[in-house]
Structures are given as C-alpha cells and as structure tokens.
T-cell receptor, first 113, second 117 residues
Framework: AQKVTQAQTEISVVEKEDVTLDCVYE???????LFWYKQPPSGELVFLIR??????QNEISGRYSWNFQKSTSSFNFTITASQVVDSAVYFC??????????FGTGTSLTVIP | DTGVSQDPRHKITKRGQNVTFRCDPI?????LYWYRQTLGQGPEFLTY????????KSRLLSDRFSAERPKGSFSTLEIQRTEQGDSAMYLC???????????????FGPGTRLTVL
C-alpha cells in the first residue's frame, strides 16, 4: 500500500527564518515518484518538484531545497529565508505507476512578517 | 493561458439534485485525473483516464459518481442524487506520458467548489 505522512499540521515562522517541512512515505515498489505541491490561499495546487526513486541527489532551486533519503523513506522540503508569500499549504505526494497519486494531509505554513 | 481549466468554479445545489462538472486539460496531456479535497485534507484520488479510457477508479467512489472523457479531450464528472457529504472541492489534473522530467507530473486546475444544501 502507498501512503504519505506529513506529521506537521501547522507551522509558523517569522520572516527570514528557515523552515523544513517533513514528508515520510510508504511503498513496496522500487520505482516511484515523489512530488511537492504548494496550495496558496487562492486554492490552486502549484507543482514544485518531482523526484524519482533512483535519483537521491538533493536539489536546490533558489530558496527551496529538497532532501530525499530512501533509507528513511523521507522527502523533506526546506525553505530558506522564508517570506510572507511562502504562506500556503504544502502537500507531498507519491505515485508508482502514474495511475494513482497519494497525497499527504498537508502542512499549513504561516510566515509572520 | 493554456493550463487546466474547470467549470464551474462554484456550484451550490440542493440535496438530491444532480450536478456535472467539466475539466479541460492541457491540450497535449493524455492523462486526466479527478480528485476531491475537503477542508484540512489532501486531495483524494477519484478516477483516472488515459486518453478516453477510464483506467482507475477509487474503491471509495460511490456509484452515484460517474466520469467520462469522450474523445480523450475534456472530461465531465457527474454526481447524482447529491448528499451533503459530497460538499468539497473537486480538482482536475492532467499529465503527459513521456520520458524525461515532466513524466507523470500533474498540473492542477483551479477546482470546482461544490456546496450541497
């Protein structure tokens, strides 16, 4: 069975602080894909990153970075020097075949100015 | 804008009525997904199409729900005899089957918010 757990329901940080959002996944497949999406107050889910199971190289994109560790089944997301515009709900998702996607319950991030 | 579009954006209906939502995917995407999202939860998978074929359907999906994708382009999701528990945001997403970094990456529409009174 596939499952994604985002244990942090809500996080508040002060602007310019760094923040890490945790994602732990479960799957029996050796080939799978992990995603992060951002859902701002406007509601539309915005794609942030996709990572396949064979690529454990960490990725950095501007203030965003992702740490993929198969040994702990985690795919954590760090925002450096947070900004108010980062306030949103962030979802981690998993798929193996691309037929079904499994989303976590999301982490609501509030960045306080 | 060539993203995923959904219509209507909001729908209010009375319990027992039927409703239909439409999704227009990104034009070159052959895969289309429907999700339901309730407050405080992540998107919950409902069904999946590859071209015009419905290949996956959630076991949690009531038989009051039906989806179609004629000609493999736009899709409709119909809910018959709506219940108050059907109130949610209904999201559509599309993706392309091809190699490379875009494979299986879903792009979401703005959603249709359904309220059943």
């Amino acid at each position: 069975a596939q499952k994604v757990t985002q244990a942090q329901t809500e996080i508040s940080v002060v602007e310019k602080e760094d923040v890490t959002l945790d994602c732990v996944y479960e799957t029996r497949d050796t080939t799978y894909y992990l995603f992060w999406y951002k859902q701002p107050p406007s509601g539309e889910l915005v794609f942030l990153i996709r990572r396949n199971s064979f690529d454990e190289q960490n990725e950095i994109s501007g203030r965003y970075s992702w740490n993929f560790q198969k040994s702990t089944s985690s795919f954590n997301f760090t925002i450096t020097a947070s900004q108010v515009v980062d306030s949103a709900v962030y979802f981690c998702a998993l798929t193996n075949t691309g037929n079904q996607f499994y989303f976590g319950t999301g982490t609501s991030l509030t960045v306080i100015p | 804008d060539t993203g995923v579009s959904q219509d209507p954006r909001h729908k209010i209906t009375k319990r027992g009525q039927n409703v239909t939502f439409r999704c227009d995917p990104i034009s070159e995407h052959n895969r289309l997904y429907w999700y339901r999202q309730t407050l405080g939860q992540g998107p919950e998978f409902l069904t999946y199409f590859q071209n015009e074929a419905q290949l996956e359907k959630s076991r949690l999906l009531s038989d009051r729900f039906s989806a179609e994708r004629p000609k493999g382009s736009f899709s409709t999701l119909e809910i018959q005899r709506t219940e108050q528990g059907d109130s949610a945001m209904y999201l559509c997403a599309s993706s392309a089957t091809r190699t490379g970094p875009e494979t299986d990456t879903q792009y979401f529409g703005p959603g249709t918010r359904l309220t059943v009174l």
